[in-house]
């Protein structure tokens, strides 16, 4: 589960880092404001890859999937971009779990070395 969720979750750290770039052109927005945002999506990204399988990672990924669909209120693309990452996290985690019990049944089953 763990590399799945982390190549998901370096994946959106790229694309946050994108959507910076593009709310940089909202006259509305500082660019203050706009990368210490970024920043911090992008550091919480990275550091959920440490985390992942922890108790509380994968709640915490949710809570990222949800504010990076939200951040289509200032960048609307990222009202696609976030639902496609949300499925992107859910079949990471998802099939992260089912490749995780299939790997502990086999080593279960081998015979002790």
């Known amino acids: 589960m763990r590399t799945l969720c ?6 959106e750290f ?4 994108f959507a910076g770039l593009v709310a940089m052109k909202d006259p509305d927005l500082s660019m203050t404001t706009v990368w210490t945002v970024c920043g911090i999506g992008m550091l919480v990204s990275v550091l959920l890859c440490g985390v992942i399988t922890r108790p509380g990672g994968v709640a915490m990924g949710w809570v990222l999937q949800l504010a990076l669909i939200a951040s289509g209120f200032v960048v609307p693309m990222m009202f696609g971009l976030g639902l ?6 859910w079949a990471s985690v998802h099939y992260g779990r089912v490749i995780d019990a299939a790997k502990a049944a086999r080593e279960a089953a081998a015979p002790a070395a």
């Open 6 to 11: 982390a190549s998901t979750l370096i994946g």
């Open 84 to 89: 496609v990452f949300a499925a992107l996290w």
């Open 14 to 17: 790229f694309v946050i880092g």
